[in-house]
């Protein structure tokens, strides 16, 4: 079982830059994909970012949306068991929910079995 905490939402200016952070409870985390979702109100999740595993055989090891693609940026620190969002020049459309998950295996792609409850971050013009 690992379980997730978000932090680092809240408001920001269309333009500037946010950064979200995700730690983790296991002590396996560097074994897990982790990815980096995102809820409007009354739609479904939507991947926005996503890395595997240091081992995975994904190629590429790393999954960016398009249309997040060049601004936002997924990395991860496994001796922390944190995985990051760098958020930069976010734009109001971007205003949502943001929840991080993990998965068993080195894969990003796939179902994620662990979630976080997710940060809320408000991108004002």
């Known amino acids: 079982q690992v379980q997730l905490r978000e932090s680092g939402g809240g408001s920001v200016q269309a333009g500037a830059s946010l950064t979200l952070s995700c730690t983790a409870s296991r002590r396996t985390f560097s074994r897990n994909a982790l990815g980096w979702f995102r809820q409007f109100p009354g739609k479904e999740r939507e991947l926005v970012a996503a890395m595997g595993s240091p081992d995975t055989s994904d190629d590429p090891s790393t999954y960016v949306a398009a249309s997040v693609k060049g601004r936002f940026t997924i990395s991860r620190d496994n001796a922390r068991a944190t995985v990051y969002l760098r958020m930069t020049r976010p734009n109001p459309g971007g205003t949502a929910v943001y929840l991080c998950?993990?998965?068993?295996?080195?894969?990003?792609?796939?179902?994620?079995?662990?979630w976080g409850r997710g940060t809320q971050v408000t991108v004002s013009a």
């Open positions: 998950a993990a998965k068993d295996g080195c894969r990003w792609r796939g179902l994620y079995e662990y």
